[in-house]
């Protein structure tokens, strides 16, 4: 079974840092470029990045950028967002996904069940 | 950046036809997905490409795309398609991912 964890998120206050984990099981990690996308309570969807199988290409939504760094590490299968100079409007529920493409179409499957990140004072 | 957008809501009567619809420029050149979230869960993929439906999604989704729009379609909509939809794509100039505003469906 294709399976995603997030983990890391928490009650944090702003201007400070967190790092987010996503553990990756049921396929092969290494094939697929991942994503974070989040979820203000009671919004849409944002995508927030992306990185590319090998590291290679990296991507960042420009509320994001300068402030979040996405990385990966294909032996442990995981997935990780580090996240700096955190602000109110960061709060938000963060999900991470394993994107798939072909044919100008991408999709994002699975998704995990997301990892609540609270920026507050 | 580019922008996909959704009507806020619509509602449907149970087992009639429902359609769904994306707009934006980036649909011009690019598929969009399709996600389906219920209240307290992850969003779901129900459509992907010209008209790709994942494994376990019932055969009532169906998707197409003309111009700068892209639908999703529920034929036969049932209680538990009560969900947001939001659709996705890629912005042709920034190729960052964009997400659709969302749509409510309400099955009455």
């Known amino acids: 079974e294709v399976q995603l964890v997030e983990s890391g998120g928490a009650l944090v206050q702003p201007g400070r840092s967190l790092r987010l984990s996503c553990a990756a099981s049921?396929?092969?990690?290494?094939?697929?470029?991942m994503h974070w996308v989040r979820q203000a309570p009671g919004k849409g969807l944002e995508w927030v990045s992306s990185?590319?199988?090998?590291?290679?290409?990296?991507d960042y939504a420009d509320s994001v950028k300068g402030r979040f760094t996405i990385s990966r590490d294909n032996a442990k299968n995981s997935l990780y967002m580090q996240m700096n100079s955190l602000r109110a409007e960061d709060t938000a529920l963060y999900y991470c996904?394993?994107?798939?493409?072909?044919?100008?179409?991408?999709?994002?499957?699975?998704w995990g069940q997301g990892t609540l990140v609270t920026v507050s004072s | 950046s580019s922008e996909l957008t959704q009507d806020p809501a619509v509602s449907v009567a149970l087992g009639q036809t429902v359609r769904i619809t994306c707009q934006g420029d980036?649909?011009?050149?690019?598929?969009a997905s399709w996600y389906q979230q219920k209240p307290g869960q992850a969003p779901l993929l129900v459509m992907y490409?010209?008209?790709n439906r994942p494994s376990g999604i019932p055969d009532r989704f169906s998707g197409s795309s003309s111009g700068n729009t892209a639908s999703l379609t529920i034929t036969g909509a049932q209680a538990e398609d009560e969900a947001d939809y939001y659709c996705?794509?890629?912005?042709?100039?920034?190729?960052?991912?964009?997400f659709g505003t969302g749509t409510k469906v309400t099955v009455l």
């Open positions: 490409g010209k008209h």
């Open positions: 049921g396929f092969k990690f290494d094939d697929y470029a």
């Open positions: 980036s649909l011009r050149t690019y598929y």
């Open positions: 996904a394993k994107v798939s493409s072909g044919g100008y179409s991408w999709w994002f499957d699975p």
């Open positions: 990185i590319s199988w090998n590291s290679g290409n990296i």
């Open positions: 996705n794509s890629r912005d042709s100039s920034s190729k960052h991912y964009v």
